[in-house]
């Protein structure tokens, strides 16, 4: 086998809360992760010569040592002592920068990519157990689904698979720092709502879209709405056309809306698209199969 093409498959969080800092400066968290059907598109193949090198059609990204997919082929490729050259072609369609863990779910497919064209044999604990050094999101990628996060985002435990529904991704032409948002967050940190994440576990297990979007909650929108309101107003669009519930995924500024049908969803997509408030917009579906 010489090449191999993957999809890598972003997430949304469902639920997202901070449980507190630890010393070393990380958050603790407890998000409810969920995979979904927008992808980027990545290609491994085996090259003349010894270099990982990458393409990619945004020209912004980074291709050497700071892009999580050169992180990800060196990782392994060190460990294994392989020192057959590759290329990785990156097609990105996932926002970046957008709470949607693009670049981990880039390095989780790299990962599964190099175990296949290299015959490493390693599971996916093993390769939820790597993809940690590279990114505390990367884990979760590898293992898909709906899964309770915990820690810094590195401890998993799979839940029942979400009740199917057609879900709306809106992502305004804004940028948002996750640093600066995490910052924010620690100055006002006894303050803020939290999200009752033990409902929200028992609400996906019922099956009950309805409890589920009543019960939804990030606490970063507390701090990332206030810098960036068109936040709001983009998830007031979506629940004025129909959306069951609707809200930032991550440290933002992608917001999703769920629906409970596709005909709902397209009425409220074309509000969005006829408002501009909205750079890149996807509808689509989640993902609860396995690589
Ligand atoms: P998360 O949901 O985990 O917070 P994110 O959506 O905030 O992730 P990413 O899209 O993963 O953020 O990218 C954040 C930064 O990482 C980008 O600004 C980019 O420079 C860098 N980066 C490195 N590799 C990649 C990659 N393969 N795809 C996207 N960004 C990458």
Redesign the pocket.
Known sequence: MDNIDLKALA?LNIGLDVTGIRDDGYHEVRMIMQTVNLF?KVSIKKQEGDAVTMS?N?R???VND????IKAAKLLMKEFDIHTGVHIS?E?H???????????T??AAVMFGINKLFDLNLSRKDLMERGVKI???VPYCVMRGTALAEGIGEVLTPLSPMVKCPVLIAKPGIS?S?KQVYESLDSCFDNVKHPDIDQLISDIKNQDLHAICNHMGNVLEEVTIPLHPVIADIKKIMLDHGAVGAMM???GP?VFGFFEDNKTAKTAKEALTESKLVKQLYLTTLFNNKY
């Open positions: 997430k980027d990619t945004l912004f990204l980074p700071d892009n999580l997919c990156l990105k996932i926002p970046v920068a957008a709470g949607m863990a693009g670049g981990s880039d390095a990114g505390a999101d948002v996750t995924s991550g440290s992608t």
